[in-house]
């Protein structure tokens, strides 16, 4: 029932340390999922340094889901959008042709508190990469959500088991947040051919493996795998039909090597707007070191 099992990475993104579960050299994708990160779990201190936010930066190719288990992230874009997140809540920005945002921890750095979630990135079908960008803010109780006997489960974007996420999406996907108490079992169909669960706290077991915190199991085509939680847990499962080869570099995604020159030219030149709120810094582009984008599969 599982293809194989990712161990998410430690990643210094300079003054924060992330898990990075996607790309990994096991799996590039899984579906439209080409990118998976961990924040946390970390105690922010007050007076948390300004160098620890993500400042400007740009995207082309796909949508960005931030999704927080706890903590507060605040938002800007080059659309003029400025928004609060909190747990469980959405933040689905779709980059299209381009588009720049900023991620700032000023509620922590005023108040200090917990920082807890994800941030995944969903690449576009190569007809919609050069779609217009947009931004969508969900409620958490405006999300599909179901208790039953110790499960709670909310569907953060996509079709599962019949229900259907608000969140509009380019491709056939699902993206759900399961909480388990001890000893219950959920089933997670096979309506998608690429589907894998990422535990976040806890341990489970799928089909009878054991599955560690920070890791994610990748599942096998066309069956229905169930999860057991050995004690109290929180799991994570994504996945959708696959999209095919993609190129990554840096926070570009295309079908097209080409396509992501011209986006780092665009973004060394100054040609790609800063947020409406946040325009007086910017990430500049890392160094390639001589390296071609890599395609992801």
Known sequence: ??????????????????????????????????????????????????????RPHPHIGLSTITYLFDGHITHRDSL?????????????????????????FEHLRS???????????????????EREPGFWHHRADALPEW????????????????????????????????QLRAGTRISLPAEYPERAVYVASGEVELDGQRIEPGSMAV???GKPVTITAIG??????????????????????????????????????GRMKLPDLDNREFTPAPPRFGKEPEARR
Do not use: C
């Open 1 to 54: 029932m599982i293809e194989h099992v990712i161990n998410q990475r430690q990643r210094d993104l300079g003054a924060f340390v992330v898990g990075r579960v996607l790309p990994s050299a096991q799996r590039r994708m899984v579906g439209p999922y080409i990118f998976f990160d961990r924040m946390g779990p970390k105690q922010i201190a007050a007076g948390l340094p300004r160098e620890a936010d993500i």
């Open 80 to 104: 003029g959008f400025e928004q609060a997140i909190q747990p469980g809540e959405v933040n689905w920005m779709t980059a299209g042709r381009g588009i720049t945002h900023s991620e700032r």
């Open 111 to 129: 108040h200090g508190g917990p920082l807890d979630g994800v941030q995944a990135w969903v690449a576009l079908p190569e007809e919609k990469e």
């Open 147 to 178: 208790r039953d006997s110790g499960i709670h489960g909310r569907l953060i974007a996509g079709h599962l088991a019949g229900l259907q996420s608000p969140v509009e999406t380019d491709s056939p996907q699902f993206y759900v947040h399961w």
């Open 219 to 221: 599942l096998v085509s």
């Open 232 to 269: 109290d847990a929180v799991v994570m499962a994504l996945g959708g039909e696959p999209l095919g080869p993609r190129y990554i570099d840096w926070n570009f995604v295309s079908s097209s090597k080409e396509r992501i020159d011209q986006a780092r030219a665009d973004w060394a030149a």
